[in-house]
């Protein structure tokens, strides 16, 4: 993620939020987490958090698990409280 964060650095932006996917818990479960400016080595000075859910099916082409599905409206809403702090 640093080449991300050092990319996002040269815009006009107060906060970046990286919403990303794994598989190494139980689906739906959702995380969220700064990330460290120091991390891109180079200028970055913004506010960053990465959210993560933890994806059930990474197959191509299908459909979002149940528990993935059902998570998806915290996953929206902690995004948006980010967004308004």
Do not use: Q
């Amino acid at each position: 993620m640093p080449e991300l964060l050092t990319h996002a650095g040269g815009r006009r932006a107060g906060r970046v939020i990286f919403i990303d996917a794994k598989a190494d818990r139980v689906p739906g479960a959702i995380e969220e987490r700064p990330v460290d400016p120091a991390a891109t080595g180079g200028p970055f000075t913004h506010h960053a958090t990465l959210i993560t859910i933890v994806g059930g099916d990474f197959e191509i082409g299908h459909p979002l698990s149940p528990p993935v599905g059902a998570a998806l409206e915290t996953l929206i809403s902690a995004a948006d409280s980010l967004t308004s702090s």
